[in-house]
């Protein structure tokens, strides 16, 4: 039996030697919000060509892969706004456009380093084999062991091939294999051996940077690189344009961000800070309009280092959203989420769960977030059996009942 690697993700400080870009950016940032008012900017995007990023991943020994954040976020919310005051606190300068011109020297200095963390996926084909990939599907490496890169794609576009071409920054070629998926949210892991990549490509290939998407603002800049228009290696520039939304999906909530970048129905993008470090993913299946929204990597990665362990995932049926102090207390509910859909033929609705319920405890286990609840699922296996504490009715009706709910394997 193989023996797999294991991937965690883990935090580090910020790196000093950015701190000059930072400032920058934060001044740039202002430009932009200000060019907005004066309509020297507007809600236009800025196309640029070529792409941006770091390495977003580092090797670790055996079987241990860290995906390593620059930034440590804090969770004391006063300390959080402590640090986001910082960003308001520095020398006031004049900027102009020559300052634009910076930015997009800056954006070209990264490029050379963005393009190395992408690949070109298509069709590995043997002679009984018929092509299902056209045009090259835009894979992004997230990882590397002793023995392999791991690269992230859409599943959509992958599904049903065992094995690829993968093409490098470089040219140079290997051959990959589908190591993991997930239907859900339309992402795809593919394993591309070392041993099958050229000594130059394995000079020039570069990990993505992991960054924080928590700490995003109103106003701030970012790009997206890879397929955001449809074609390999392009980027689109904007800035972020409203407050942080949530989109539902079974099981699981993830963090949702608005810019002023056009969308584009074929646009599949990793989306970046100016710092070059990746904060969210870009799928035009995750919304149904004209906005471009990106999903956030602080919930991403969580199912993403599921996808790199390969590890089987547990599934209940539930879309659900979190109440409101004010509600729970009024309702003289101590915890819980909302029940706001449960899928047809999924566990939760066979045993009787319904929308509307709130779900309190999962086996006795108090249910405060979305996410505690997806994190209590993973301990379970599939045909477990759980007992689920809901509370149902409105008013002197409402009561807590236990149901018990048989999970099964998500894929």
Known sequence: MEEKDTFTFMEENVMAS????????????????????????????????????????????????????????????????????????????????????QMYELVGKQAQETNQSIVGISDYQEEEEIPLLGDDVAGYIVAKTKDNIMVLTRY?????????????????????????????????????????????????????????????????????????????????????????????????RFDLYSTNMMRYSDGYAIVCNMQGEWIGLMEHDYTDDSICRFVGTNKLKIILENLLNDETQVYAGVIAGELPKDYLLQHNILQGIYVNEVEIDSPVSEAGIMAGDVICRIDGNPIDTVMHFYENLQKYEPGDKVKFTVVRGVSQDRKEIEIEVELKERN
Not at 190 to 213: A, C, F, H
Not at 224 to 246: A, C, K, R, V
């Open 18 to 101: 950015k701190k000059p870009k930072r400032k920058f950016v934060r001044e740039l940032k202002k430009v932009v919000l200000y060019s907005v008012v004066f309509g020297i900017v507007g809600g236009s995007a800025f196309t640029v060509a070529n792409g941006v990023i770091s390495e977003l991943m580092q090797k670790k020994d055996k079987e241990q892969i860290a995906l390593e954040s620059t930034v440590k976020p804090t969770v004391d919310p006063t300390q959080l706004q402590i640090e986001k005051n910082k960003k308001d606190d520095v020398e006031k300068i004049t900027l102009d456009v020559s300052h634009m011109e």
């Open 156 to 252: 959509s576009e992958v599904k049903g091939t065992k094995h690829f071409q993968i093409r490098f920054f470089d040219e140079g070629l290997a051959v990959g294999s589908l190591y993991s998926y997930d239907k859900r949210m339309n992402l795809a892991i593919i394993k591309v051996p070392m041993k099958e990549i050229g000594t130059d490509s394995q000079k020039y290939l570069k990990i993505l940077e992991l960054g924080e998407s928590s700490l995003l603002e109103l106003g701030d800049l970012v790009y997206t690189t890879g397929q955001p228009n449809g074609t390999m290696y392009s980027m689109e520039m904007g800035y972020i344009t409203g407050d942080m939304q949530y989109l539902s999906m079974e099981d699981y």
